[in-house]
């Protein structure tokens, strides 16, 4: 049986970056307890508060995102913290070598309905090491990511997590408190025929995307020749869980229904490591066009719009987007 502790016990993994991933992957543990409480630790509800990105905040948000935040600035590894939930970044140890981001809590909005929410992370290093981290530090494409990973709270604690060039998935063991490894090399099916998509937007997408989705509902009977079936959870975390499990595509593309947030997820603190974890696992990451690993962010809580999972189906919609520019 391997054990996270473990798995990242080796001399291809540096000691600053395991040790930053055991501080998060230990505070997972107390975020999956408490929610197994749920209305018995008071951690259900809204908090009363908004958060940086104009969204209501639940109460368990807050909980989260202030464990991690404490954990992570005792850590002397971490030079600084970026979370989703927080206007500016904050500086924690000066001599660290390594900046975090992270989703404290993706798909809040299920909490307090018992579904899948989960915590996701970025690990980029800190290139001015003795001083004082800022904003800027962060701007860094996500092709210089380091580590990146998710935790899954739903039936079990999943912890999906890229170091090198594998996604590796551990499981919770609620017995021992370890992350036991159960699968060691992720692997995404080129072809499928699930997608996950939120189709009450669809009268603000691109035409693009709205033929891509047409031919979908069309099935058998159209141009893509088979059947396909939908499957949204309403947490990105859940529904890339899905597509590293079976495959899949995942979109929350460009639309115009708030002319101030094109993209709806957050390209440092989702997109990124989400795209990583995708590619590192066979799988395709774009914003319909572009390569999400290659965009370079100008604000840490930028937006963009996301189209990842099983690589043939991101290319045919990538190929649907310039076909109707080209027209």
């Known amino acids: 049986m391997t054990t996270l502790a473990h798995y990242l016990n080796t001399p291809t993994i540096d000691p600053a970056l395991s040790d930053v991933i055991t501080t998060i992957t230990d505070v997972g543990k107390t975020i999956s307890q408490l929610l197994r409480k749920g209305a018995l630790a008071d951690i259900l509800g809204e908090a009363g508060n908004q958060n940086v990105q104009g969204e209501d905040q639940k109460k368990l948000d807050v909980l989260a995102?202030?464990?991690?935040?404490?954990?992570?600035?005792?850590?002397?590894?971490?030079?600084?913290?970026?979370?989703?939930?927080?206007?500016?970044?904050?500086?924690?140890?000066?001599?660290?070598?390594?900046?975090?981001?992270?989703?404290?809590?993706?798909?809040?909005?299920?909490?307090?309905?018992?579904?899948?929410?989960?915590?996701?992370?970025?690990?980029?290093?800190?290139?001015?090491?003795?001083?004082?981290?800022?904003?800027?530090?962060?701007?860094?494409?996500?092709?210089?990511?380091?580590?990146?990973?998710?935790?899954?709270?739903?039936?079990?604690?999943?912890?999906?997590?890229?170091?090198?060039?594998?996604?590796?998935?551990?499981?919770?063991?609620p017995d021992s408190g370890d992350y036991v490894l159960i699968e060691e090399a992720v692997q995404i099916d080129a072809d499928t025929s699930e997608y996950a998509?939120?189709?009450?937007?669809?009268?603000?997408?691109?035409?693009?995307?709205?033929?891509?989705?047409?031919?979908?509902?069309?099935?058998?009977?159209?141009?893509?020749?088979?059947?396909?079936?939908?499957?949204?959870?309403?947490?990105?975390?859940?529904?890339?869980?899905?597509?590293?499990?079976?495959?899949?595509?995942?979109?929350?593309?460009f639309d115009t229904k708030d002319i101030k947030k094109p993209g709806k997820l957050r390209l440092m603190y989702e997109a990124n490591p989400m795209s990583l974890l995708i590619e590192r696992a066979g799988g395709s990451a774009t914003d319909a066009v572009n390569r999400i690993l290659d965009i370079e962010p100008t604000d840490i809580h930028q937006r963009v719009p996301v189209v990842l999972g099983s690589k043939n189906e991101v290319e045919y919609v990538k190929n649907l987007h310039v076909q109707h520019a080209n027209a």
């Open 197 to 253: 998509i939120n189709g009450s937007n669809y009268r603000y997408w691109r035409a693009p995307m709205q033929q891509y989705i047409d031919e979908l509902i069309d099935g058998h009977t159209g141009v893509r020749g088979r059947d396909f079936n939908t499957r949204w959870v309403a947490a990105m975390v859940g529904d890339v869980h899905r597509i590293l499990c079976r495959g899949g595509l995942f979109t929350y593309p």
């Open 65 to 173: 995102n202030d464990l991690l935040l404490d954990a992570l600035a005792q850590n002397a590894h971490c030079a600084g913290v970026a979370s989703e939930e927080l206007d500016h970044a904050t500086p924690a140890n000066a001599d660290g070598s390594l900046l975090v981001l992270f989703d404290p809590l993706d798909g809040s909005s299920n909490i307090d309905i018992n579904m899948a929410v989960g915590t996701i992370f970025s690990i980029l290093p800190y290139q001015r090491q003795g001083q004082v981290s800022t904003d800027s530090d962060f701007l860094q494409a996500g092709n210089q990511q380091l580590a990146a990973g998710y935790l899954l709270y739903g039936t079990s604690t999943m912890l999906a997590l890229t170091v090198a060039d594998t996604v590796v998935m551990f499981s919770l063991d």
